[in-house]
């Protein structure tokens, strides 16, 4: 969160409202570990730190903040560890499988149909969003992230296409 609050105000001065908005605008629920509830937090922890700093009061206490040459080299050294490290994806399906075999055949058999039913509408509707970017300017970055989101569902929804298969001819578990 501490990476995407730093980008959001490399751009100017902002609320915390506000960085939610540029959030929300880029799509970032889909891709990232968003937690919308604590950019304030984020926010007046930051700037404890030194790394933003109040810009100005704002209306309930909610002040402007802006981003100090600590918060840019913060940000910078943020951005080359996201871009060197490889971490494994932390997904919740990968938690149920290792469960597999703990499920009847056709509850898993149910689970798996329904999978393939939510992953084929997330890559039909990505497919949609990225033309609509396209449509309206979206920077080629924007788009690419989401081509990068598309591209792993698609990968889950053949795997799980050939675990369908696999289960009803009784390859798995």
Not at 16 to 21: I, L
């Amino acid at each position: 969160m501490r990476i995407l609050i730093l980008g959001c105000l490399l751009d100017g001065p902002m609320n915390g409202y506000g960085v939610r908005r540029r959030l929300e605008a880029m799509r970032a629920d889909l891709w990232a570990s968003v937690a919308y509830g604590s950019i304030y937090h984020g926010l007046g922890k930051m700037a404890d730190e030194g790394l933003l700093e109040v810009a100005e009061g704002g209306k309930g206490g909610k002040g402007v903040y802006t981003i100090t040459d600590a918060g840019r080299e913060e940000f910078h050294r943020l951005l080359l560890a996201a871009w060197h490290e490889v971490r494994p994806i932390v997904d919740p399906f990968q938690v149920a499988l290792t469960f597999i075999d703990k499920l009847d055949r056709q509850d898993l058999i149910d689970a798996l149909y329904g999978r393939v039913t939510q992953l084929q509408m997330n890559v039909d509707a990505l497919g949609h969003v990225i033309g609509l970017k396209r449509q309206h300017g979206a920077p080629e970055h924007v788009r690419e992230n989401l081509r990068l989101t598309r591209a792993m569902l698609k990968a889950q929804l053949e795997w799980v296409e050939e675990a369908v298969a696999r289960v009803e001819s009784d390859e798995l578990p």
